[in-house]
């Protein structure tokens, strides 16, 4: 067993090997050719210009042979040949030149065969992954999720390994616009020995992130990475609850389902405006801005959807009462309890008998990109008012999807990156998105405002951060703790400059060493070493956070001055 | 049997055939070495070098070793024979020396090839 294995990827870094290999014939009829071409040359005598009779030395034999060999023709030297030279070099001349040409052609050949370049590409990417210095991350499929999810982990200074079955998306990759060199593994994911040349055995691998779009692919890289690094997390694509219960039979760290997400965006979005506000933008990087959406407070919902979307969909409507009407072409499940319009949407009549002058907003999630935008658009000339949320099927699709003034896209790609990548980069982000479920709505609108408040008449792009307060990350603020003056919250949101405003920042979740989870601290909460905290606000504000928590004497400074402040 | 293993014992055994009747004789006369065979003796091992490769066996690329060092051999030897006659014009008994001596280096490297050769063949009888 092992030996095969060890075989195959001899096998595997012999490129230059199978060159050899296809060259042997060639290069002996080279060396053949040669040699009797010199013999004859040395055998065959000349006349020197004075008559007398000489023989060509082998250097002079070797010389003319070369130079005729390669077409290159210098002429007769050292004296003019007789005309039994002529004759041989007759001979000479064809042989060589087409043994010549028959060599450097077979070499060509075997260099432009693609399955010898395939090969070439294949070693000099397993080589670069091997010799890698820097932690990172294997992506599997390089579809819509991917090629997001790379894009974003490179904002956070994150790096990937590729792997995809298709050398056309492969070459997509390449293109990509990353700041560093993507390596791209071409191959079959679903083949252990994929996974051993991406690196899964590495110690830098930092897990296995399964995103192509056949559920029974993701499957088998769960369970082959299972297997060949026990260690490293896999987190998967799963189509369907079947799936999703098998994988996490063997543990499989994380799961996605794209329309369990998608089914949760949309009723969050319905009934918590600005959790869903929140929510985006922590976990996409590419969303700066909070916009919360004004939910008009009664009507209906008319979901234009079938399949698995529609069934998930129906289910979380259900659980959280919202009212809804479902167009589609197959019967729900349980018909019973759900209203149900039979038809495409696309048409007129069926939104009408759905109700949708009365509606509240639609929901176009069938699985055809041009069915969805038609839906969309009937709609929004029957009620003007209504709140629209899109699937977006292709990636393709994107630019009418851009530009349709929805309220909402939901794009899968862009979902599960976002799921996956709030997982990724911090611990506590994932922590704070857990507790952000289970708050009240009126809560996280609080936070927004107060938020808000900091940033003034500035609407600054936003972003987060985490700072945990140890001796490598604030050696600043450790000193302080456990004399009378132990630094709170509020203290860490001074910047050091004139006048120690406020930074406009704040914390989202506070977790203590021992695991005890604070969210939305107050502003007066005691630190403690060991603290993680989440925080939350204008893009670049971090810098200051993170000087300030260097500098225990500027630190020093705002604890002092606000001592000054609370004892006058 | 193997046309191709015939070929392939017939080279590496030639190329040391040919090599050891250069060598024989007094190092330093030149009537005892003939140029003829030394050429056939470098055409000869570079067509084995040639056969050897593509073996990506243990033995096979220490046979190309020892492949590529009889060729490494002979090669500096010609040089030294021809700059010898051509440019300095004048093969003397020094230079003589040295080319056979060369080409006794040479011919212990095609003498281990084949003690390889035996030994693999004997070890694949048993």
Not at chain 1, 357 to 362: E, Q
Request: charged letters at 15%; glycine letters at 6%.
């Amino acid at each position: 067993m092992s030996s095969n294995h060890r075989g195959r990827t001899r096998i595997r870094g012999a490129a230059m090997w199978l060159l050899l290999l296809e060259l042997r014939t060639p290069l002996i009829t080279l060396i053949i050719t040669y040699s009797i071409s010199v013999l004859g040359l040395v055998l065959i005598p000349g006349m020197t210009s004075e008559g007398s009779a000489y023989h060509l030395s082998f250097l002079d034999a070797f010389y003319v042979v070369s130079y005729t060999a390669t077409t290159i023709g210098f002429g007769e030297t050292p004296h003019p040949f007789t005309s039994e030279q002529k004759l041989w070099m007759l001979v000479v001349m064809y042989s060589t030149v087409i043994s010549w040409l028959y060599a450097i052609g077979s070499v060509l050949s075997v260099i432009s065969d693609p399955a010898f370049r395939r090969l070439r590409a294949h070693q000099r990417a397993v080589s670069r992954i091997a010799s890698q210095k820097l932690p990172f991350w294997i992506v599997c499929g390089f579809g819509g999720a991917g090629s997001q999810l790379i894009r974003f982990l490179d904002q956070s200074n994150i790096r990937c390994v590729m792997i995809d079955s298709n050398q056309a998306r492969a070459d997509v990759a390449k293109l990509s616009d990353l700041t560093y060199e993507l390596n791209i593994l071409v191959g079959d994911v679903a083949e252990p020995q994929t996974l051993v040349d991406a690196g899964v055995q590495s110690a830098l691998c930092r897990g296995v992130l399964v995103l192509t779009d056949q559920d029974q692919v993701n499957l088998t890289v769960a369970t082959n990475t299972r297997i060949l690094a026990p260690r490293v997390p896999v987190y998967a694509r799963s189509g369907t609850d079947a799936n999703t219960r098998n994988l996490r039979s063997f543990d499989t760290e994380v799961v996605i389902d794209p329309f369990r997400v998608a089914a949760r965006s949309v009723t969050q979005l319905i009934r918590k405006p600005c959790a869903f506000a929140l929510y985006h933008e922590l976990v996409d990087p590419d969303l700066n801005h909070i916009d919360v959406v004004e939910m008009p407070a009664e009507g209906h919902w008319v979901i234009c959807a079938d399949g698995r979307l529609a069934d998930t969909v129906v289910e979380a409507f259900q659980r959280d009462e919202i009212p809804f009407c479902l167009v589609s072409n197959q019967a729900p499940k349980d018909k019973e309890s759900v209203t149900w319009v039979q038809g495409l949407g696309t048409e007129a009549r069926t939104l009408r008998a759905a109700d949708i002058a009365h509606a509240a907003g639609i929901l176009a999630g069938t699985n055809d990109d041009g069915d969805n935008l038609s839906i969309l658009l009937t709609a929004q000339a029957e009620n003007t008012q209504l709140i629209t949320i899109a699937r977006r099927n292709k990636p393709t699709s994107e630019p009418v999807f851009g530009h349709g003034h929805f309220t909402y896209v939901l794009r899968e790609g862009r979902m599960i990156a976002q799921e996956m990548y709030a997982r990724i980069t911090t611990p506590v982000l994932h922590q704070f998105l857990g507790q952000l479920e289970l708050m009240p709505e009126a809560l996280v609108q609080g936070i927004i405002q107060k938020l808000h408040a900091r940033l003034g008449d500035q609407r600054p792009e936003l972003s987060h951060f985490d700072l945990v307060l140890d001796s490598h990350n604030a050696p600043g603020v450790l000193p302080f703790f456990h004399t009378a003056r132990t630094p709170k919250l509020e203290d860490l949101l001074i910047d050091p400059g004139f006048g120690y405003p406020t930074m406009p920042l704040i914390c989202l979740l506070l977790v203590r060493l021992n695991g005890d989870l604070v969210p939305f601290p107050g502003d007066g909460l005691l630190l403690a070493e060991g603290d993680r905290l989440l925080f939350w606000g204008a893009m670049g504000s971090h810098h200051r956070l993170q000087f300030l928590a260097q500098r225990e004497d500027l630190f020093e400074a705002i604890l002092a001055e606000r001592h000054r402040v609370h004892s006058r | 049997m193997n046309t191709q293993r015939v070929w392939f014992a017939f080279f590496i055994v030639l190329a040391l055939t040919l090599n050891f009747g250069f060598f024989v004789g007094e190092i330093d006369n030149p009537h005892h070495h003939n140029p003829y065979e030394f050429f056939f003796a470098l055409v000869v091992s570079l067509i084995a070098t040639v056969l050897k490769v593509g073996d990506r066996s243990h033995l096979g690329a220490v046979l190309l070793a020892t492949s590529l060092v009889a060729d490494f051999q002979l090669i500096a030897a010609a040089v030294i024979w021809g700059y010898a006659s051509q440019v300095t014009g004048e093969v003397s008994v020094a230079v003589m020396a040295s080319v056979v001596s060369f080409a006794g280096g040479a011919m212990l490297a095609n003498l281990t090839s084949v003690i390889l050769l035996i030994a693999e063949t004997i070890q694949l009888k048993r």
